[in-house]
């Protein structure tokens, strides 16, 4: 099965800096899907950037970027820029397919909760 | 195009009592998936739906079902309601059919349930 750690529990960085959130997974499959979503206080989960294992390039959406290595089993988070509004909850997430009966699940890792400071 | 949405946005309910939440997902996506997500166990999947079928289900107890409508729609169900049951309830839509690696799962704001 899936498995997806998430070391941080709490990050801290100035507005306009650039972070970093840190994500290892585990997995037996060749193919496999990596996500990132954002939750608010809200509670609503946001999608954020999608990264594939056969993906040869890193996935980038506008101040999102993904640096994945896949020899380290890794798949950071990159924020640039930081605004106030960035402070939520992060998690990294991986697809645990069924190919055979079509379905399929998130298998998500703890979160690392981002504070963005003025 | 509309999000997901879930109905209603928060309940309060009392041991015992039984809960119907509601989640209408993307227009043109046919799989629904439902996670749970509490402090202590974080975000676990529940089941999901495609064209009406469950297609997979994760390690909850039976008091804990579902369905979905021939119009995508899904409901989930929990009865005899457990003070453990308190947690936020979220939604997730996605295109569905075969299990592919770029299909992507677009949540709703989810349902507080508070059993007291």
């Known amino acids: 099965a899936q498995k997806i750690t998430q070391t941080q529990p709490g990050m801290f960085v100035q507005e306009k800096e650039a972070v970093t959130l840190d994500c290892t997974y585990d997995?037996?499959?060749?193919?496999?899907?990596l996500f990132w979503y954002k939750q608010p206080s809200s509670g609503e989960m946001i999608f954020l950037i999608y990264?594939?294992?056969?993906?040869?390039q890193n996935a980038t959406e506008g101040r999102y970027s993904l640096n994945f290595q896949k020899a380290r089993k890794s798949a950071n988070l990159v924020i640039s820029a930081s605004q106030l509004g960035d402070s939520a909850m992060y998690f990294c997430?991986?697809?645990?397919?069924?190919?055979?009966?079509?379905?399929?699940?998130?298998?998500f890792g703890k979160g690392t909760k981002l504070t963005v400071n003025p | 195009k509309a999000g997901v949405t879930q109905t209603p946005r928060y309940l309060i309910k009392t041991r015992g009592q039984q809960v119907t939440l509601s989640c209408s997902p993307i227009?043109?996506?046919?799989?629904v998936s439902w996670y749970q997500q509490t402090p202590g166990q974080g975000l676990q999947f529940l089941f999901e739906?495609?064209?009406?079928?469950?297609?997979n289900k994760g390690n909850f107890p039976g008091r804990f079902s579902g369905r979905q409508f021939s119009n995508s729609r899904s409901e989930m169900n929990v009865s005899t309601l457990e003070l453990g049951d308190s947690a936020l309830y979220l939604c997730?839509?996605?295109?569905?059919?075969?299990?592919?690696?770029?299909?992507?799962?677009?949540f709703g704001p989810g349902t507080r349930l508070t059993v007291l």
């Open positions: 739906y495609f064209s009406e079928t469950q297609r």
């Open positions: 997995t037996s499959d060749q193919s496999y899907g």
């Open positions: 990264q594939g294992s056969y993906d040869e």
């Open positions: 227009s043109g996506h046919r799989s």
């Open positions: 997730a839509s996605s295109l569905g059919g075969t299990a592919t690696s770029t299909d992507t799962q677009y």
């Open positions: 997430a991986m697809r645990e397919a069924d190919y055979q009966g079509g379905s399929e699940k998130l298998v």
